[in-house]
């Protein structure tokens, strides 16, 4: 008799449009990643990352920020909510609140973020304003596990894309964002397989300790992703 496969319990937080909820939810229902969404939370109440959710018959939890006094009392209950998903993993998707130690600290290990930036460089908002700024060449998304350092912590993979000499912010978000569709789920995947994990504030993969960032590296992954795409991916759904 084989053995079932264990399908991970992936919990989402989301504050917005949810196009990357909706690259891991398709991912996981193809089997790509050996996973469930099992919980969406929101800290915005009708944001279209919860109908993205609906749409897929995911319980979806609105916890406002705007009602609580304080940082801790969100986070206190955004733990409560969070543990009651008994969730293998926690996804950062487009999550713009700054979670607290006594959040972050349990997780350390099961949670990631994306960002749209090359970290360390841009940490915070305003990224693709400020790599066009800086007249950058390059810019990108990062997947990193989530420390208490604001947008701090290991990175995993970065994605990176050129800058033209006329792009403008949207133009290059909207270049940025569909590579984060590639490489987010691909994270997820790695996780869901037990092949990334996190041990003594580094990054290991297929039991090999990573040196750095897998950035030197992730251009070709990158490549290898966008050419394998069949066309599955369907950008006009995660816009
Ligand atoms: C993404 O660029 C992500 O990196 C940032 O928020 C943006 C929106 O994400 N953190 P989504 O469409 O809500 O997934």
Redesign the pocket.
Known sequence: MSTPTLRKRILVL??????????IIDKCESNYISGDVVGVISNVPN???LERARRHNIPSVVIDHKKFENRESFDEALARSAHSFSADLIV?????RILGESFVTPYYGKMI????SLLPKYPGLHTHKKAIQNKDSVHG?SVHFVSTELDGGPVVIQSIVEINANDSIDTL?SK??RT?WQI?PLVVMWFCQGALRLQQDHVWFDNALVEKSLESICLTDYQMIINNNNGTQNDED?Q
Do not use: D, R, W
């Open positions: 989301v504050s917005g449009s949810g196009s990357n909820l909706q690259a944001v279209y990352a950062l998707a487009g999550f713009m973020n994306i960002h749209p998304a978000q940025v964002v984060e987010y995660n």
